[in-house]
């Protein structure tokens, strides 16, 4: 069992940054490869980033990439995402997931635990 608790969510303007943070519990985190997912108001939850559990594989939604981070300290059980030059179509609820996965994955069933998400509003 895993239990994950975001944080770090906000209001920023437009290109400003801001780092969220997952933090799991249980001893196992290591094992598990962890995505970041964010759902905008009426619309579907869709995949962002992802992260094996060594942190040798990394995928980015082309929405993102170049501008959004995602690392991991399993020393920690915590996994981040670093959000820099944030746009208004950031703006969404973004949700930390964990799945027993040997390679990340982009598709939401592949993961077993989500997080509650932590609202991130971008302003123009």
């Known amino acids: 069992q895993v239990q994950l608790v975001e944080s770090g969510g906000g209001l920023v303007q437009a290109g400003g940054s801001l780092r969220l943070s997952c933090a799991a519990s249980g001893r196992t985190f290591s094992a598990y490869a962890m995505g970041w997912f964010r759902q905008a108001p009426g619309k579907e939850r869709e995949f962002v980033a992802a992260?094996?559990?060594?942190?040798?594989?990394?995928y980015y939604a082309d929405s993102v990439k170049g501008r959004f981070t995602i690392s991991r300290d399993n020393a920690k059980n915590t996994v981040y995402l670093q959000m820099n030059s944030l746009k208004p179509d950031d703006t969404a609820v973004y949700y930390c997931?964990?799945?027993?996965?040997?390679?990340?994955?982009?598709?939401?069933?592949?993961?077993?635990?989500w997080g509650q998400g932590t609202q991130v509003t971008v302003s123009s």
């Open positions: 997931a964990a799945g027993p996965l040997p390679v990340p994955a982009i598709q939401e069933y592949e993961y077993d635990y």
């Open positions: 992260i094996s559990w060594s942190g040798g594989i990394i």
